[in-house]
């Protein structure tokens, strides 16, 4: 984070879609500078959600601004500081990565020089090839230079990754972190976990149209009952009672003689002098934090 000024306000936001509400009293500012993730199960309303930022929804209520601007009201001006990434049928199968650069370029008075931003994307091989026959990856670091070449304060980015395999997926991280690092905030609609707990500064959880949760992914995380993962195999059997009877003990399971507790650093200081007083060795004793993942199905009671 860079500064601590909103350059996103959305306060109180309903939308519907005939009788269905579908975002309900959403409220959430995104400081200058920060990736601000928008986390939630399928249908939960966060595509509404940042429709509506965007000015291609119009809110039923609240108030939305973007630079102090309405993105409804004030559409024009919004799209010279806001950049959003294009859905793949918005482009041409014919258009070459050149073409589409030069072509998004001359919709704004301002833009970024696209040669720059097409070798920092790794697409100066590619100006000549089509959008057509693009990989998923590259078609992707191209929908984030053309987010990104009115040169936007803010970019919003939807399901990036969505398709991608595993190293298009973190080298699509890398670009998103050093888009956040040259100073544009970038506002991410994702549901990989994985992909909020690495990028995200901040992350509103959304479901069935209203925020559940919004705090940073290590604060998420420390929300959820049993924020530490203990397993073991112990070399002799423990007592039921005495592990039930560790402090901060959120959960426990035993497979196949393997436990698995969740709790606290108070429940493994504890389970250590436990085994230590029994002479119970731990085999393969492992101790992890929970991830987004645990805190999300915590947080939301959602099956992905
Ligand atoms: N144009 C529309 N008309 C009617 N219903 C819509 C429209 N767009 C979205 N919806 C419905 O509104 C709800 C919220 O959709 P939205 O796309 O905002 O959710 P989402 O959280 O982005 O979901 P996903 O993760 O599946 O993309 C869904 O039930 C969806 O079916």
């Known amino acids: 984070m860079t500064s601590t000024s909103p350059i996103v306000e959305v306060s109180n936001l309903r939308k519907a879609y005939g009788v269905r509400t579908v975002v309900d009293e959403v409220s959430f500012s995104v400081d200058e500078g920060e990736i601000f993730g928008i986390l939630g199960p399928n249908g939960a309303g966060k595509t509404t959600t940042v429709e509506c930022v965007e000015g291609l929804r119009v809110p039923d209520g609240g108030r939305v601004r973007v630079a102090g601007l309405d993105p409804v009201a004030d559409h024009a001006a919004v799209t010279q500081v806001l950049g959003a990434q294009l859905q793949e049928s918005e482009l041409q199968a014919k258009l070459t990565v050149r073409e589409a650069l030069e072509l998004y370029a001359a919709l704004y008075p301002n833009p970024a020089d696209w ?7 790794g697409l100066t091989g590619r100006l000549n090839t089509r959008f057509g026959v693009l990989s998923g990856g590259q078609k992707q670091r191209l929908f984030i230079a053309l987010a990104l070449i009115g040169n936007p304060r803010v970019v919003v ?39 909020a707990q690495r990028l995200c500064d901040r992350i509103a959880l959304i479901d069935k149209g209203r925020i559940t949760a919004l705090d940073t992914p290590q604060g998420l995380i420390s929300r959820t009952a049993g924020s530490t993962i203990i397993s ?12 039930a009877a560790l402090p901060a003990l959120a959960s426990v399971e035993n497979k196949d003689g ?45 099956t992905q």
């Open 258 to 302: 393997r436990i698995t507790l969740g709790g606290s650093d108070e429940t493994v200081t504890a389970l250590l002098s436990l085994l230590a007083r029994h002479r119970i060795t731990a085999h393969q004793l492992r101790v992890t934090d929970a991830t987004l993942d645990d805190a999300f199905l915590d947080l939301t009671g959602a």
């Open 157 to 195: 980015l939807d399901e990036l990754t969505t398709g991608l395999d595993p190293r298009a997926r973190r080298d699509t991280w890398e670009i998103v972190e050093d888009v956040r690092d040259r100073g544009v905030t970038v506002l991410l609609v994702t549901h990989f976990m994985e992909e």
């Open 115 to 121: 040669r720059p931003l097409a070798e920092r994307l």
């Open 232 to 243: 073991f195999t112990p070399s002799a059997p423990l007592d039921d009672a005495d592990v």
